[in-house]
């Protein structure tokens, strides 16, 4: 069983960002930002990066948010769009996860 720090659920519009490259995201609600933030700090390893484990339209996958604006993004990569039937522009449904950063004991422990 997962120890999650942190699961929420929330619907946001599909965005693209044409930065270097088109990424496609879910901006995390406002009001989950807080929280989120507060789960990062035993989740992320580092440059503001958190991973997440998350679920769109019964298609699991698992990314890591994207700092953007004082918020959070969440990227929908080709392959969970496909599977998951979404589009630019759709509204989505997600249950996100946030699980504490598992790290390695050195080698020969």
């Given at each position: 069983m997962d120890d999650f720090l942190l699961e929420i659920a929330f619907t946001a519009e599909v965005v693209s960002w044409r930065g270097p490259a088109p990424h496609v995201?879910?901006?995390?609600?406002?009001?989950?930002v807080d929280a989120v933030r507060h789960a990062a700090r035993e989740?992320?390893?580092g440059w503001g990066?958190?991973?997440?484990?998350?679920?769109?339209?019964?298609?699991?996958?698992?990314?890591?948010?994207?700092p953007k604006d004082g918020g959070y993004m969440l990227p929908l990569?080709?392959?969970v769009r496909q599977q998951a039937d979404i589009s630019?522009?759709?509204m989505v449904s997600v249950v996100m996860r946030i699980s504490r950063l598992?790290?390695?004991a050195?080698?020969?422990f």
């Open positions: 995201f879910l901006a995390v609600p406002a009001e989950s989740a992320s390893y990066c958190v991973p997440v484990s998350a679920s769109a339209n019964g298609v699991d996958f698992t990314t890591s948010l994207f990569k080709l392959k630019v522009g759709d598992q790290r390695r050195p080698d020969g």
